[in-house]
């Protein structure tokens, strides 16, 4: 299946900081990528929806100034976490939508590997 | 509006036994797609399956089935003969292609087998 990576994997810095998250499509075109967040012992949490050469749309709740999103290529999101603080410290997915692939039964999102985030 | 449920929150069987986990969602779509999904401790997302909303059939992949039934909004995953490597995390979720195709994760089903 289609791979999509993230970078760093692990990320360590202090309140206060801005961090800035990579997520890479790497064999395919994806206009559209999400990105997810899961504190300990929950579920994935949609933040925000990510379009190629648009403004990212927002879930409810997320701050659009902290969390910016910038998807300015088709292989490539990122997500900086503005201003850091503990709170922030989470782990970050991200997913690609690969508009080709086949139908029914068949993955059409690949979800990165996720980099943890922590705010000392 | 779109919602997964996943009432168990924590399941421990014993190796060999079989086990379902249950998952029942909400949507005002026609259009829509259910997934499973697993999430070993290295938190890496592991997909199982796709299933699109006019495709009722029941799904056996291996050790793993899947049961869709329309009637009931539900989408259970069922492993036969538990291993120990299937202890993780399992989220069933749902999209809705004419909703951004977002995918939207139940708080999925830890599940522990023990040897």
């Known amino acids: 299946g289609a791979v999509v990576s993230q970078h760093p994997s692990w990320v360590i810095c202090k309140s206060g900081t801005s961090v800035k998250i990579e997520c890479r499509s790497l064999d395919f075109q994806a206009t559209t990528m999400f990105w997810y967040r899961q504190f300990p012992k929950q579920s994935l949490m949609l933040m925000a929806t990510s379009n190629e050469g648009s403004k990212a749309t927002y879930e409810q709740g997320v701050e659009k100034d902290k969390f910016l999103i910038n998807h300015a290529s088709l292989t490539l999101s990122t997500l900086t976490v503005t201003s850091a603080h503990p709170e922030d410290s989470s782990f970050y997915i991200c997913?690609?939508?690969?508009?080709?692939?086949?139908?029914?039964?068949?993955?059409?999102?690949?979800f990165g590997p996720g980099t943890r985030l922590l705010v000392l | 509006a779109q919602k997964v449920t996943q009432a168990q929150t924590e399941i421990s069987v014993v190796e060999k036994e079989d086990v379902t986990l249950d998952c029942v969602y909400e949507t005002r779509d026609t259009t829509y797609y259910l997934f499973w999904y697993k999430q070993p401790p290295s938190g890496e997302l592991v997909f199982l399956i796709r299933r699109n909303s006019f495709d009722e059939q029941n799904e056996i992949s291996g050790r793993y089935s899947w049961n869709f039934q329309k009637s009931t909004s539900s989408f259970n995953f069922t492993i036969t003969a538990s291993q120990v490597v299937d202890s993780a995390v399992y989220f069933c979720a749902l999209s809705e292609p004419y909703r951004d195709d977002k995918i939207i994760f139940g708080k999925g089903t830890r599940l522990h087998i023990l040897p």
């Open positions: 997913s690609a939508r690969d508009p080709t692939s086949p139908g029914t039964g068949k993955e059409t999102q690949y």
